[in-house]
């Protein structure tokens, strides 16, 4: 089954195609990216790697979407772009957190030991999730939550590594890693927990809130 990647939760945004059963035995047909916080145009990557492929759209069978968290307007994109999809050709959906990508890539990058993985969260806080890199394993040790620059550089003071889009940021040997659509597909291949284009949301952890616009005012 031939999927699309979408990863589009840093400002660092990029498509994959990708054929493969096995996260193991997985081959990048497409790939584009675009970097910087100019504008992304989806589809002009989505098509740009489609022709890379060698392939037309009703090839692809799933598109697997990074849900973040990170952007909420770039993974917002993602979504509707694959509920789009979805509802045009009837492929599979999949849904995969950004910063298990990022841990995947750190251990491809040989990175072992206790990993924190950072982003930006706004507020002065970070999401930060907390992994163990082996030569064979990942594993996720402490769930996804929110933390103070200063928590994450009491980490790295305990010898921690910290990776991440914002991770040179936060500590001085932090080591920037942007997930990657290429590293989702990889993650994405053989799963079978596929889900309804309604049932793709991001990964936030604060409640979304609106402040209802007041009624207009009667003309007197």
């Known amino acids: 089954m031939k999927i699309l990647a979408l990863e589009f939760s840093s400002e660092r945004r990029s498509v994959a195609i990708a054929e493969g059963a096995e996260p193991g035995q997985v081959t990048i047909l497409g790939y584009g990216c675009q970097a910087g916080s100019g504008q992304t145009h989806a589809l002009g990557l989505v098509e740009a790697a489609l022709r890379q492929a060698g392939i037309?759209?009703?090839a692809i069978g799933c598109v697997?979407?990074?849900l973040g968290p990170g952007s909420y307007t770039g993974i917002r994109l993602a979504i509707a772009l694959a509920q789009g999809w979805h509802l045009a050709r009837g492929v599979r959906l999949l849904g995969v957190g950004s910063f298990d990508a990022v841990a995947a890539q750190a251990q491809a990058a040989g990175l072992r030991g206790q990993v924190q993985?950072?982003?930006?969260a706004q507020r002065n806080e970070f999401y930060v999730a907390t992994y163990q890199l082996t030569a064979t394993d990942v594993r996720?040790?402490?769930?996804?939550r929110l933390a103070t620059a200063q928590q994450i550089q009491q980490c790295a003071q305990a010898e921690e590594l910290v990776v991440g889009p914002e991770a040179g940021r936060v500590v001085p040997n932090g080591q920037t890693l942007f997930p990657d659509?290429?590293?989702l597909a990889r993650l994405a291949a053989g799963r079978t927990d596929f889900v309804s284009g309604e049932h793709l949301?991001?990964?936030y952890l604060r409640p979304t809130t609106f402040?209802?616009?007041p009624p207009p005012r009667a003309d007197v």
């Open 201 to 203: 949301e991001p990964i």
């Open 56 to 58: 037309e759209r009703e």
């Open 211 to 213: 402040v209802k616009a």
């Open 140 to 144: 996720l040790v402490q769930p996804l």
């Open 117 to 120: 993985v950072v982003a930006d």
């Open 181 to 183: 659509a290429a590293t």
């Open 64 to 66: 697997a979407v990074g």
